[in-house]
């Protein structure tokens, strides 16, 4: 066991009795009215059935096991504790359902924070009026009680000891005439004496006084010895004699010593002999001086974080504040233990204050927001700050702790970042009405482009907001004096992707994202070396391969003769606000490239333009998709998650009715009225049915909205190796609605030929959209055909195989050794050959106006020559159909663009 466990806060014993108030609330069916039962017994109670899983329990059996009710219901014991416990308890259980015996017995259980107790379980089968078997257990907490006994147990085998051998060396000095250094004195050292000094035998410890002085350190040796004399000298006995002094051992290592003494005299007062008992303290010592390193550690830790932070009480008084706290009301930390918000602040900011503390302790919720505080200077700063309910060990509201950051430089960069873009879109203004006469259309796609950027910006500084309000923790790593890693916090693995074994023993290496050049760590480097501290920013790399940037603050801790110790490294993500500021820099770059271009040829032009639109027509509809399905996908989750509750409380439900039906058939009036209103006979079969509908339901949802994401791929990496199948069946997914019959049309049906693909890297929502524009053609050309009449016609579609229904066929082939090929192919009119010559050109359409752009073949075309060092090409006759051939590599030589 790695602690003493405690009982808890109920009191352990035979079970209690039952709140009689709380029976008469729950007695309204058998439901409430068994949890009334458990939950009157103070001892943890559960029951399980014939499968071993549990069914009941109160809420004493979750505290002992340290589990919530939501990870016990219907789970064993397999999935609750060690592999070695739950079989022992699978054992008992076993033969308590087989023989029909009741066990008592004890058993060793470990509950989820790691920590095993010693119970005593008593368990019992019983049978329902069905004849299914449950088991019964009550549990008993011997834990406290075991304890009793094993310290007991040391207890008596310590006395035994100390009648055998003490612990403590013992001495005696005869005192000649009183005196001390009388030659002729005998002394006497016992054996543990001498083996607490590393000595076995007289000869090589002499019982002298001379062999005891000789061994004290000499900057202890003048003060011990007179301390010693003091108290011999004192015949009324007021100078004690109990000291802590050093002595070298016989090998020579240096230990603390603790030495008490008492003089006996005669009765006229003169002394006879001096005894007392000698212990090592060496290891009490260290221990204090390590917990005084610790506290000053913990006061560093606390007065280096640069942000606000305070512990108050329920009264409102101030126990601990950092130093941060105090600069911002201009007085030194001391002085503010036990003063209110009302001596620090204004009256209507004090009152305020008040009121939230009031309202976090009241309600045990967390409380954020950003407000504007005076500073002692006379200066308006802006903080985000959080405040939460700090409880004692019995759970009891004890105040509140708070935490706030200083955002002032964020909401002026916010500001100035505004500022920024309203100069940049003046100045995009005036070069494009520069060039209204020639690039007119150009001029549409920058002015999409502008909003686009607008509501990027406007995301970004929303994202930012929300990132600052919500991240209050910070995150903090320990290094040794060469920059291994000892301590890491669950945030800075939360961070990195890495575990905490995975960073034990390393060094900071193992995130550097090779951004900074080796002065910028040299000079980071003699700046905490020289006992400094050292803040800076810093781009590291995590696990997955993702940047992120934290704002570093390094503490060296010293001893007392100024040696750097260990290093504290405080950070805080600032990820969102520098990656915002790269954006607004590429957004820029950008835009400066684009009017640049503008002198280019009328094809780069137009092929610009189609890129520029299609690009943000895809990211615009990819935002939307991964909106909405992520806006679905919370709510179907958590009615999806809570169906099986409803099914098993509604079968328990509906259960109870039944057994009401047989055991009262003829209820009061009251209720016979209600029956006579209700179609119970109806409702008991219906039910079932209904909430199996919905599950159906919110498994279609499930689906749709899983499709939408992967068609998006919003959440993912813009280049990486995916599953091409995968990508085709989110298309068709998304399609499915057009695929469907309409009245008096058959609907499309679609064949899928899949090879044994590779996974294949590339562009996958980009791949994504040019299935997407295929697909959607092919759909139109066969919906016209249909529309038109001409599908039965033999004579004007003789090519057509004697097919009676529309069809696309997807084909998939592994060209060995490095390349695959997507065949896309409908049964449709086919496509002429004009036609074909120009497919691939920006802007054509053979579509009526509002029904094409003229820009999705053409984008589609450029995705796969161009970004996948593909092939796209159309192979089609009138009335054979059309086939989409596209052929790509499967690994591509750059990595991307």
């Not at 019992?124 to 078997?133: E, K, P, V």
């Not at 090592?280 to 506290?295: I, M």
Request: aromatic fraction near 8%; charge should be negative.
């Amino acid at each position: 066991m790695s602690e003493r466990p405690s009982t808890g806060d109920r009191p352990v014993g035979t079970a209690g009795s039952i709140d009689p108030l709380t029976v008469a609330a729950a007695s309204g069916s058998a439901q409430g009215f068994l949890s009334a039962v458990l939950e009157g017994i103070t001892d943890p109670i559960f029951v399980k059935d014939d499968q071993y899983r549990y069914l009941y329990f109160n809420d004493a059996f979750c505290q002992l096991t340290g589990l919530t009710r939501e990870q016990i219901l219907g789970k064993s014991d397999q999935d609750l504790f060690l592999p070695h416990e739950a079989a022992e308890f699978q054992a008992a259980d076993r033969l308590v359902l087989q023989s029909g015996e009741a066990q008592v017995h004890e058993e060793s259980m470990t509950d989820a924070s790691g920590v095993t107790r010693i119970v005593l379980v008593k368990k019992t089968r019983i049978q329902d009026a069905l004849g299914n078997c449950y088991l019964v257990c009550t549990i008993q907490d011997m834990t406290a009680l075991k304890w009793r006994e094993a310290e007991l147990e040391v207890a008596i085998a310590r006395f035994d000891l100390a009648n055998q051998a003490t612990n403590e060396g013992l001495w005696e000095i005869g005192l000649i005439n009183g005196d001390l250094n009388h030659p002729d004195n005998p002394v006497w050292w016992s054996p543990k004496f001498r083996e607490l000094l590393g000595f076995q035998t007289v000869d090589e410890f002499p019982n002298r006084v001379d062999a005891w002085r000789d061994r004290i350190h000499p900057d202890d040796v003048e003060w011990v010895t007179a301390a010693l004399l003091a108290h011999i000298q004192d015949p009324t006995g007021q100078t004690p004699y109990d000291v802590e002094y050093r002595m070298f051992t016989r090998t020579g290592e240096c230990r603390w010593y603790r030495d008490i003494g008492v003089t006996i005299h005669d009765e006229n007062g003169i002394p006879l002999k001096a005894v007392g008992t000698f212990r090592d303290v060496t290891d009490r010592r260290q221990a204090e001086e390590e917990l005084r390193r610790q506290k000053h550690l913990f006061k560093s830790v606390l007065d280096n974080i640069p942000h606000r932070i305070w512990l108050k009480d329920c009264q409102g008084q101030h126990v601990v504040v950092n130093q941060s706290f105090a600069e911002s009301v201009g007085t030194a930390p001391a002085a503010l233990i036990g003063k209110t918000d009302f001596d620090l602040w204004p009256t209507d900011k004090a009152q305020m204050f008040q009121d939230e503390d009031q309202a976090v302790m009241n309600t045990g919720q967390i409380f954020s927001l950003e407000e504007q505080l005076p500073m002692p200077d006379g200066t308006i700063r802006w903080f985000s700050t959080t405040k939460t309910p700090m409880y004692d060990e019995a759970g009891q509201v004890i105040g509140t702790t708070g935490i706030s950051m200083e955002v002032s430089d964020r909401r002026h960069a916010e500001e100035a970042l505004r500022q920024a873009k309203e100069e940049l879109e003046f100045r995009v203004e005036e070069r494009t009405a520069e060039l209204q006469e020639t690039v007119d259309e150009l001029q549409k796609a920058v002015s999409i482009r502008e909003r686009a950027e607008h509501s990027l910006l406007k995301t970004l500084k929303e994202l930012q907001f929300r990132q600052f309000a919500m991240d209050q923790a910070a995150i903090l790593a320990v290094t040794d004096p060469h920059g291994i890693i000892t301590y890491v916090n669950d945030k800075f693995c939360e961070l990195s992707g890495y575990s905490e074994a995975e960073l034990i023993g390393k060094t900071h290496r193992i995130v550097n994202s090779g951004y900074h050049p080796p002065e910028f760590f040299r000079d980071m480097w003699a700046t905490i070396r020289s006992g400094k501290v050292w803040r800076g920013e810093v781009k590291n790399r995590a696990k997955a391969g993702h940047f992120y940037w934290v704002s570093t603050t390094i503490v060296p801790a010293l001893d007392q003769d100024g040696r750097v110790q260990k290093y504290l490294a405080i950070r805080f993500d600032i990820s969102d606000r520098k990656f915002a500021e790269e954006a607004l820099q590429q957004s820029e770059a950008q835009l400066r490239q684009q009017t640049d271009e503008l002198q280019n040829t009328l094809w780069e032009l137009q092929r610009t333009q189609s890129q520029l639109i299609q690009s943000e027509k895809m990211s615009s509809l990819g935002q939307l998709v991964a909106g909405v399905a992520h806006e679905i996908n919370n709510p179907v989750n958590f009615i999806y998650g809570n169906l099986n509750y409803a099914n098993e409380y509604t079968e328990d439900l509906l259960q109870v009715v039944r057994l009401y039906q047989q055991h009262y058939p003829d209820p009061v009036p009251a209720i016979q009225d209600l029956l006579g209103n209700t179609d119970l006979d109806f409702l008991l079969e219906d039910m079932p049915k209904l909430l199996k509908s919905m599950r159906v339901g919110a498994e279609r949802i499930q689906k749709i909205v899983m499709s939408l994401r992967n068609f998006s791929r919003m959440d993912e990496a813009e280049f990486k190796a995916v599953d091409l199948h995968e990508g085709i069946d989110n298309t068709l997914m998304i399609l499915q609605n057009r695929l469907k019959g309409k009245p008096g049309q058959p609907a499309i049906e679609v064949v899928r030929e899949y090879d044994s693909l590779p996974k294949v890297e590339c562009y996958a929502s980009s791949l994504n959209q040019v299935f997407m524009n295929i697909l959607s053609n092919a759909i139109d050309a066969l919906d016209e055909a249909l529309e038109k009449g001409d599908w039965g016609n033999s004579q004007s579609n003789p090519g057509r195989n004697g097919s009676d229904s529309p069809r696309i066929t997807i084909r998939t082939e592994y060209i060995v050794p490095d390349r695959v090929a997507i065949y896309l192919i409908d049964n449709g009119p086919g496509i002429p050959e004009s036609v074909q010559k120009r497919l691939f050109d920006p802007l054509f359409t053979t579509k009526p106006v509002g029904k094409g752009t003229g820009l999705g073949m053409s984008i589609s075309y450029q995705i796969v020559t161009e970004r996948h060092g593909g092939i796209l090409e159309c192979i089609s006759e009138p009335g054979q159909g059309a086939m989409f051939r596209i052929e790509i590599p499967i690994r591509q030589g750059g990595g991307g663009d």
